[in-house]
């Protein structure tokens, strides 16, 4: 997918309105400056943001409920919680302990007119608050086992999970399924061929784990 094809898909595919489009752009324009601050993304994919990290982010939210609040662990350039938060009208919590990539993700909310619907938290997930939400994502930041601990206490038998684990999606789900149980199904990425988002409802630990 080039660059047009992934902004078209944006138009096309999921129905982007152009008020959202802006958005993106600044954000992406955003993530362009700031890396040469801070490594937000490896600066190969930079040439790619719009297919490698805007559409890979905004294509999880084809397989979660249209309403209900957003939890998105480790959130470190905002992919895929900012771009969630643009294509949707609910409340996103973007949950990350790096306070240089906290301070560049209030700036994007407050670039973008995200305020009141985009929220981060400078914190672990280990050690904050805890609230029930309807969608829990996470995107290169740990192995399946290890969200479903940490974002547990997030979740409800409801909540779905939806979490882009790469080429490694199958082997990382067989692992978990030792300890866990739940409905989980893998789907395929539209911007790798290869790789597969674990969709997953009812997630629990498994009795005696």
Known sequence: MTEDDARQFLI????VSRETMERLNTYADLVSRENAVQNLVSPASLPQIWNRHIVDSAQLSA?????GDWLDIGSGAGFPGLVVAML???KTVMVEQRRLRVDFLNRVVAETGL???AFVVL???DTIPASPFAVISARAV????KLF?????FATEETHWVLPKGRSAASELE???ASWQGDFRLEPSLTDPEARIVVATGVRRRRGR
Do not use: Y
């Open 175 to 177: 692992a978990a399924k």
């Open 149 to 153: 601990v940490s974002g547990s206490r």
């Open 63 to 67: 397989f979660a409920p249209p309403g």
């Open 12 to 15: 096309d595919g999921l129905g």
């Open 115 to 117: 305020a009141g619907r």
């Open 123 to 125: 914190g672990n997930i």
């Open 88 to 90: 949707r009208r609910t």
């Open 142 to 145: 740990t192995s399946l086992d």
